[in-house]
């Protein structure tokens, strides 16, 4: 029976100074050749596109931000992160407003960020969002 050497102090150092970029590495998730690592979600405001991107009942997926920007019928915005709630993977197919995660399938309805099949159960986290000289806006302190 052979003994496992002790750690090192420099080999827990450098796990602990690992661990918070590992958090990171639950997007890491791919689905062939546009998966992949998925980007944080906005920390600041973003210029997404033109306000008339967004069609009344309708939604658009902003890949580069990982956000989707629905409109309801009365002209109002809301935008949430497409990050799914599960495993971190970036959603990146919109069908309608039906968000679908390439990872595990779970997919998320645009208008509301409410999950509408598992496996996920949380909801899509909700992003402030703002109209500025024609062009939306999202993310913190939008």
Same mark, same amino acid.
């Given at each position: 029976?052979?003994?496992?050497? %002790?750690?090192?102090?420099?080999?827990?150092?450098?796990? $602990?100074?690992? !661990? #918070?970029? /590992?958090?990171?590495? +639950?997007? %890491?998730?791919?689905?062939?050749?546009?998966?992949?690592? $998925?980007?944080? !979600? #906005?920390? /600041?405001?973003?210029? +997404?596109g033109s306000e008339n991107e967004v069609p009344k009942g309708g939604a658009k997926l902003y890949r580069d931000a990982n956000v989707v920007v629905s409109r309801s019928a009365d002209g109002s915005l809301k935008a949430y992160s497409t990050i799914c709630t599960h495993a971190g993977c970036a959603i990146n197919k919109l069908s309608g407003t039906t968000l679908v995660c390439p990872c595990h399938g779970s997919q998320f309805d645009a208008v509301s960020g409410k999950v509408v099949q598992a496996p996920a159960t949380e909801p899509l986290s909700e992003l402030p969002v703002e109209v500025k000289n024609g062009r939306i806006v999202a993310g913190p302190a939008a």
């Open positions: 029976m052979s003994a496992r050497p %002790a750690a090192t102090r420099r080999t827990v150092l450098r796990g $602990a100074a690992l !661990t #918070p970029v /590992a958090g990171l590495g +639950l997007a %890491a998730c791919s689905s062939g050749g546009d998966g992949g690592a $998925a980007s944080a !979600t #906005p920390t /600041a405001p973003v210029s +997404l």
